[in-house]
């Protein structure tokens, strides 16, 4: 009798956890160490995102909130270039694997995956003795030439964003016992913001529309000023924002008398979609939006020039930001 080959621990969690996710036929039921992604004539775009303990999520967040945003923040890239989300491949660096942390967090990664219809394709398990770590590397598919890069704003296109922002970064500032905890004493406000940190909601329900009509785009990660200017310089213009039509929720309302303009817009975490569309489109892209479900604002104008972007109050004043995003570094 000759004994059967023995299944190490990554193999065991890897079959335990996560091959029940990789229904993908290129997948390969996860018994290989590639996987196959076909392509119809299509662009893919590919972009990659980690998550670290302590640095995009906190130690006590519960699993399946970190799932989620360790996919969500990928899937917003690929909204913000009009891509549809065709695939996924994770790196896995635990200090542990407790059923506890790694079921939830499995099930919540493999409900996203489904809902986004952007499945598992493969990836990587590891040990570290420092803080956790997931890394996604997501795919997408765009017609041929159609991705929408940050070099094609030009003078005279509206500035738009979706969503509101800062309530991601009021979320952490709630958490951690930032002034905004003191600000906003209202339960339900404050889950609103926390949730707001904890689970992104990508724009992937406007990613055709973005295609179809927006000059150039990115997502809001680092921060809305920081990105704009970002936007910007790729595009060698500069921008006139109205920081009063900067959208924000009712939740952020209450905390920006006491935490100011400046949290909101350079806090980041926001995972919203920033675009420019030239004047002409900018009618349908907003009509379509909001068949698509998603509210979009006008915040300002690109302008000619290679200065920063400036901001302005409700009275034409310019507002100075000292701080433009989050620094990783």
Known sequence: MTNAPETSAEDSLIARYFKPLATDPGALALVDDAAILSSSGEDIVVTTDAVVE????????????????????NLSDLAAKGASPAGFVLTLALRSKEDAWLRPFADALGEDAKTFACPLLGGDTVSTPGPQMISITAFGRVP???MVGR??????DLVFVTGTIGDAALGLDVLTGGAAAAAVT????????????????PRNALASIVRDHASAGMDVSDGLAGDL??????SGV??????HHVPASPAAAIAVPVVGLEKLVSGGDDYEILCTVPEGRSAAFSRQAALAGVEVAVIGTIISGQGAPQWIDAQGREVTLWRLSYSHF
């Open 54 to 73: 302590g640095v995009h999520y906190l130690a006590t967040d519960p699993p399946d909130t970190v799932a989620r945003k360790a996919l969500r923040v």
């Open 144 to 146: 041929k030439g159609r």
């Open 151 to 156: 070099t094609g704003a030009r003078p005279g």
């Open 186 to 201: 209202d339960p339900a406000a404050r889950g609103y913001l926390i949730d707001r940190y904890r689970v992104p909601r």
């Open 229 to 234: 200017a970002k936007l910007c310089a790729a």
């Open 238 to 243: 500069s921008a006139v924002i109205n920081a």
